[in-house]
């Protein structure tokens, strides 16, 4: 990416390294044929910090890092920063009120997880290996012609699969959110009972074809299951408004040159 092709980022008389945003861009996704956004989205951040971390200083806050978790503290900016936030902001305490009304809204959406009784046919492979990867997909495709959607041979078919399931016809069991890899999770949210992945899906294990056998629901919890839950997501999305309408504000105020502080 040209530095060169993107303004100078100021905010009150403070210029920000473009080192500093080309660095921030990493974490921020774009399309590929637009770099950009993930500029200007990275400039956004940085010019948003620059003015928290000048209005924490122009209050003469001082940072008192905490642990996040073992082995993980705060920068000396981030605890000024969650200072400044501590200090400027108030939020109204939630109350069961509150809590009551937004389960109300829906009561269906608060539910335990499901469960899915799941059977695969494993081509592995390195997904970093290109040769290797586009061998075992050929293969994967080659079972799924074979089959030609007769979910009653998945098990003799699975006999050719690269996980030890195999020799339970690549019956996995019970598997419930987070217990597989992010593909394999996404792929098994997108069939129906008693159907397969009309094509192999990749993951870092390498192609699978996928059968989901049954499902089944999770079951509605009870209000008082879920009340500390919804407490929690009530009061984060009241501090992350009363968050953004405090950045507006002190925005307002500021002259900031090389970015915008409007939604990209």
């Known amino acids: ?41 990275a400039a956004q951040a940085l010019a948003i910090r620059t003015l928290l971390l000048q209005e924490a200083r122009a209050r ?5 890092p905490e642990e996040l978790s073992p082995g993980r503290v705060e920068t000396e900016d981030e605890a000024l920063i969650r200072a400044l936030l501590d200090d400027a902001l108030s939020i109204a ?6 809590v009551q009304a937004e389960w109300a809204k829906d009561p269906e959406r608060f539910r335990s997880a499901p469960l899915w009784d799941v059977s695969h046919i494993l081509c592995a492979c390195d ?25 009653k041979g998945f098990a003799n078919a699975a006999r050719e699969s690269d996980c030890g399931s195999k020799a339970q016809g690549g019956h996995l069991g019970q598997l419930g959110p987070g217990d597989t890899v992010p593909e394999f999770e996404a792929a098994l949210r997108n069939l129906a009972e008693g159907t397969m992945t009309p094509a192999p899906v990749l993951s870092r ?27 929690q997501a009530l009061e984060k ?3 992350a408004r009363a968050s953004r309408d405090y950045i507006a504000g002190l925005a307002k ?3 900031i040159t090389g970015a915008s502080l409007e939604p990209i």
């Open 253 to 255: 105020g500021a002259q």
């Open 237 to 239: 999305a009241a501090w």
């Open 127 to 151: 997904p970093r290996d290109d040769a290797e990867t586009a061998m075992a997909e050929t293969r994967a495709k080659a079972v799924l012609v074979r089959l030609d959607g007769d979910a």
């Open 93 to 98: 305490p939630v109350t069961d009120a509150d």
């Open 205 to 231: 294990h390498g192609w699978h074809i996928i059968r989901l056998n049954a499902i089944a629901p999770g079951q509605v919890l009870p209000f008082d299951t879920v009340r500390p839950k919804i407490a």
């Open 60 to 64: 003469g806050l001082q940072p008192d």
């Open 1 to 41: 990416m040209n530095m060169a092709l993107f303004p100078e980022v100021v905010v009150n008389g403070e210029t920000i390294p473009s080192a500093a945003i080309a660095a921030e861009a990493q974490n921020h996704s774009a399309p590929k044929d637009k770099p950009g956004i993930a500029w200007r989205k």
